[in-house]
């Protein structure tokens, strides 16, 4: 009885694992893709990058799946051999990337928990270990009663809803460095000095967010370093937490203030050759409303702007295409998909602040726009920031208490 006891305990503490870590991914299929295709690259097999998002999905939706198996009892053998091959592939996964050591987040619980390499591995030390005395010899796993089936059933087909929800608008729970709330770093500016003195900076990167460091304090193995500024140097130089949203205009010069001071709408197209031609008239419709709103308009884009004039000229009319590549700026994919995880998503800042998020399904219209306009910012930034988080916080309550009491 005692053993019997245990091998589910340590099976529902595996299945509670997988379901967070999948459900974590899950809010977030843009981040996920980014880290299988930082796998890819590490592998040496980045010309499958574009299958990225694809794996990213289907090993989140098997996670989460699986947890749900493993904790409510159904499907047991099914469960236990398939969780005994990811866990497996995981543990050598994340030996690999402790002796390599690469720049890289290893991913197990998407952007909302960051583990080193080595912490990966023990975790999925752990788990196996767990695996082996919930699920060894592999037989006898018992049957559960039928309505855990009808449990299993209902957040099997609850968390394939939240994937989908979570493909066509943003994650409800904002992880990234972008998150709302969050000043520009060219909006935070540095306290004004009075001495001519030059000193080194270093400026590094982690998760998308980018830091400045002195020679005297300089970050863990974890950040990436990026480029070496050299600054007047100030009494109290200091780290900086803001993100940096750096674009350029045609001629390469940085315009990164023009999001930084009133209130700005910045439209982000991350894949400009994977926006339709309905999505490209909404995109400008909206800059349109925007404009007549008060809002200054930026449309920020990855790759080239011959690349970005083409997609823009075969999509729209002459007239709308000229009008909007006038807004249009480059910068880099990583920072944009930060910014906004939806390919032609909108983002309101105020002064710098980032306020609130749009997925390029449900752009404002011009009612909403005006009414944004002349409300609070703060107001405006807490209310759609709370209403995410009471979003997520209900699904997982929800999915959680079925798994635990029912």
């Avoid at 609850?158 to 972008?178: D, H, K, N, Q, R």
């Avoid at 910012?377 to 209900?394: H, I, N, P, W, Y």
Wanted: net charge neutral; charged share 20%; aromatic share 12%.
């Amino acid at each position: 009885m005692f053993k019997d006891v245990t091998k589910r305990l340590c099976a529902k503490i595996i299945g509670f694992v997988f379901f967070i870590a999948g459900t974590l991914k899950l809010m977030d299929p843009a981040g996920s893709a980014l880290i299988v295709r930082e796998y890819l690259n590490f592998f040496h097999v980045g010309f499958l990058s574009g299958t990225a998002g694809v794996i990213g999905e289907v090993f989140a939706l098997l996670e989460t799946l699986c947890g749900v198996c493993l904790v409510t009892g159904v499907f047991r053998k099914v469960a236990a051999w398939t969780v005994s091959i990811l866990l497996g592939g995981f543990t050598l996964l994340t030996l690999v990337l402790w002796i390599a050591n690469p720049e890289m987040d290893c991913g197990c619980f998407g952007e909302a928990i960051h583990l080193t390499h080595f912490q990966s591995f023990a975790k999925n030390m752990v788990l196996c270990i767990l695996a082996v005395i919930a699920f060894w010899p592999f037989k006898d796993f018992g049957s559960p009663s039928r309505k855990k089936y009808v449990t299993a059933a209902v957040i099997g087909a609850s968390s394939i809803g939240f994937a989908i929800y979570s493909l066509i608008s943003i994650p409800m729970l904002e992880l990234t460095p972008f998150s709302l709330s969050s000043r520009l770093s060219a909006a935070a500016g540095l306290p004004e000095t009075t001495t001519d003195e030059y000193i080194s900076t270093f400026i590094y990167e982690k998760n998308g967010k980018q830091g400045v460091f002195t020679l005297n304090k300089l970050p863990d193995s974890t950040w990436t370093f990026v480029e070496t500024r050299t600054v007047k140097k100030e009494d109290n130089i200091r780290e900086t937490d803001f993100p940096e949203l750096s674009f350029t205009d045609r001629e390469g010069e940085y315009r990164d203030t023009l999001a930084a001071a009133g209130n700005v709408i910045v439209f982000s197209v991350t894949r400009p050759d994977r926006i339709r031609e309905r999505r490209w008239r909404s995109v400008a419709e909206a800059a349109g409303k925007a404009s007549e709103a008060g809002f200054d308009v930026l449309v920020l884009m990855s790759g080239s702007f011959d690349g970005m004039e083409a997609a823009m000229r075969k999509n729209l009319p002459a007239e709308v295409a000229g009008a909007l590549l006038e807004q249009c700026y480059m910068a880099d994919y990583r920072t944009l998909i930060s910014l906004n995880r939806s390919n032609g998503g909108a983002v309101y800042f105020n002064d710098g602040n980032i306020i609130q998020k749009w997925a390029a399904t449900s752009l404002p219209d011009g009612k909403e726009l005006n009414g944004i306009i002349r409300r609070n910012s703060t107001e405006v930034m807490l209310k759609a920031d709370s209403r995410g988080r009471l979003a997520f916080q209900t699904y997982m309550l929800y999915t959680l208490s079925l798994l635990l009491l029912i």
